[in-house]
């Protein structure tokens, strides 16, 4: 079993800063791609930025300059510094590990964070 916990969030003034956590722990065999996700009212789940398995980061156009992704493998931890945070950036954030757990043979699951909520003032 796998688990992923998401912490950070909450509530800033645009312009701010903001940095999310997440961690996987559990039967983890190995770890491919990790991601972050949003999600604003009304609209679909978009990509924010990756991490590839073979370590190529990408970034989505509208938070190109602004966030940073981060992971601490040793923790299997990421981490998404979001700074010059706008109004339009306020949505729920999810964390996404795709993750070949132990015993699972070659197969490889996606796992999600439970979301944590991001709300910038204007």
């Known amino acids: 079993q796998v688990s992923v916990v998401e912490s950070g969030g909450g509530l800033v003034q645009a312009g701010g800063s903001l940095r999310l956590s997440c961690a996987a722990s559990?039967?983890?065999?190995?770890?491919?791609?990790m991601g972050w996700y949003r999600q604003a009212p009304g609209k679909q789940r978009e990509l924010v930025a990756s991490i590839s398995s073979g370590g190529s980061m990408y970034y989505a156009d509208f938070v190109k300059g602004r966030f940073t992704m981060s992971r601490d493998n040793a923790k299997n931890t990421m981490y998404l510094q979001m700074n010059s945070l706008k109004p339009e950036d306020t949505a729920v954030y999810y964390c996404?590990?795709?993750?070949?757990?132990?015993?699972?043979?070659?197969?490889?699951?996606?796992?999600w964070g439970q979301g944590t909520q991001v709300t910038v003032s204007s």
């Open positions: 559990g039967s983890i065999f190995s770890i491919n791609a």
């Open positions: 996404n590990w795709n993750v070949q757990p132990t015993g699972g043979g070659r197969y490889a699951f996606d796992y």
